[in-house]
């Protein structure tokens, strides 16, 4: 990555010191977390002694980051499972078969990340009904579904948590992205939505906006020396963020500590929104 003045630029992946203790025990479903910032929220949470479901339209690779995960933590004394299995979010009935997982598996869930995402790029006019259709299915259809199965848990349980994956494109306009860009509007406004009706329920639901993070996602970026400096000129802190990060953000959201929390979409995103 290019050297700034101010700032080498560089990720920062060291650990997230923060601990949570009141979640150790506790169980979450994880949907998209086959890969990248998914599998990075299972990996931690399994590490602070949370039980995982993770899903993923790829089942082969969902179930090889499990295994990789248990085997990585099989000497840490406290921590939690993680188990895989393959979910198509823009089927309902796939939601309701995590939701049975984890309860099959653990015997509770608490928590329910909705994270599956897909990130189209294409000329505003050129967008066609078969990209657009999938963008809303995967981004936003997965949304709901995932909420309304959690909440239907939730509700009989006494509560829970809900965390949406929104982003800073909610926020912002660029070119090329206008599908994508707009989905992610949409889980902002959705999360508002969700948090008003379920609160009642004593369901927080929140949402979180990544900006530049390193991920598969923004790896063009990065081995584009041109694009990464046009990039990093958007972000105050001059550098593309860590999926740590990201989840240091979760694991608050999900935490005691952010119990009067609900409605709010909390960027990760080094101030980008701003400029």
């Known amino acids: 990555m290019t050297d700034h003045p101010s700032n080498p630029g560089r990720v920062d992946s060291s650990p997230v010191a923060a601990l949570y203790p009141e979640l150790a ?11 990248g910032m998914g599998a990075r929220f299972v990996e931690e949470l399994a590490r602070r002694g949370v039980n995982a479901v ?12 499990a295994e990789k995960i248990n085997a990585n933590l099989s000497g840490a004394a406290d921590a939690g499972r993680v188990v895989g299995m393959g979910a198509d979010v823009t089927v309902p009935s796939a939601h309701d078969a995590l939701a049975d997982r984890a309860l099959a598996e653990f015997d509770r869930l ?4 909705n994270n599956a995402g897909v990130f189209p790029q294409a000329e505003f006019t050129d967008i066609s009904p078969e990209q657009l259709a999938s963008t809303y299915d995967v981004n936003v259809n997965g949304v709901v579904y995932g909420g309304q199965t959690a909440a239907r848990h939730f509700r009989t349980v006494g509560g829970g948590v809900i965390v949406n994956m929104a982003s ?8 090329t992205r206008a599908a994508y860009n707009s989905s ?13 009706e379920l609160g009642p329920d004593n369901i927080r639901v929140n949402s979180i906006a990544p900006g530049f993070i390193d991920t ?47 409605g709010t979409n909390l960027p990760v995103d080094g101030g980008s929104q701003h400029v």
């Open 25 to 35: 025990g506790r169980t979450v479903v994880v949907t998209g977390a086959g890969r």
């Open 54 to 65: 993770g899903g993923d339209l790829d089942g082969e690779a969902m179930a090889a980051v």
């Open 110 to 113: 608490d928590m329910w990340v």
């Open 168 to 175: 800073v494109a909610a926020v912002r306009a660029r070119v």
């Open 184 to 196: 992610k509007a949409a889980v902002k406004h959705l999360t508002t939505c969700m948090a008003v």
């Open 216 to 262: 598969e996602m923004t790896r063009w970026v990065q081995e584009d020396p041109v694009a990464l400096d046009r990039a990093l000129s958007t972000v105050p802190l001059r550098r593309l963020g860590a999926s740590v990060e990201v989840f240091a953000a979760l694991n608050f959201l999900l935490s005691d500590s952010a119990r009067y929390i609900t």
